[in-house]
């Protein structure tokens, strides 16, 4: 009976086991202040690309993965904490940031841009000295501007600093290509009265990031992508989004 028991112990262990694997869900953190990226939409609901591409590498690769909305102040804090696995929030490729996580191949190109009232004379990133400039904090907008001679003023959400613009108490906002485009050109909220000053002053890769060393997921993240784009479904999502 003893031997039964132990035998049996055993099997269920193994079980719950192989259950928990079956189970696992890979969570990534995205900031849904960035549309197309991610935002809530009207319904309150969590979309936008990266959202959706996400579930679609899991799938390829037979594994569940999510996004949860997180706060991009504490986004890579919670990273290195373990709280969740990946980022997939627009995350531009840095120097500095491959110190403290990995990045998967590239899902986007991007760069920096400057979004200005459709009345205003910048018309680039040379005519930006001692102006009022916002950025969302902590983003590559926030720390290109380092380099610049402006007067800084910071936001938890880009939408903010827009927002600001709009009544006068900014001159400009710096914020990545992809994010003007839909404030620009998708927003009717914006599109009759913003405008991008020139062209992209910066060029830089968005990947998927995980903590630094997790070389499993990563494997899985490439795998994952390199089949939606081999059958066109990466393309089409990209579509989907006005990101071609």
Known sequence: ???????????????????????????????????P?????ESGNLTGFEVELVPMIGEKVGVKMVAKNIPWDTIFAGLANGQYDGVASGVSVTEDRKKTMDFSTPILEAGQVIIVKKDSTVKGIDDIKGLKVGVQI?????????????????????????QDMLNNNLDACVCDSLIA????????????????????????????????????????????????????????????????
């Open 1 to 35: 009976l003893t031997v039964l028991i132990i035998v049996l112990s055993i099997f269920m262990l193994f079980s719950c086991s192989k259950k928990e694997a079956a189970e696992k869900v890979y969570v990534f953190a995205t900031d849904a202040t960035w549309p």
């Open 37 to 41: 990226l991610e935002y809530i939409d």
């Open 138 to 162: 902590g983003t590559t907008g926030d720390l290109v501007l380092d380099n610049y001679d402006v007067v800084r003023k910071q936001y938890d959400d880009i939408g903010l600093a827009l």
């Open 181 to 244: 485009s839909d404030f620009v050109l998708a927003n009717p909220n914006y599109s009759d009265k913003l405008k991008v000053a020139g062209s992209s002053f910066t060029q830089e890769d968005i990947a998927i990031a995980v903590k630094k060393g997790n070389k499993e997921l990563l494997d899985l993240i490439n795998k994952g992508l390199s089949e939606l784009k081999a059958d066109g479904s990466y393309d089409k999502l990209k579509a989907k989004w006005n990101l071609l």
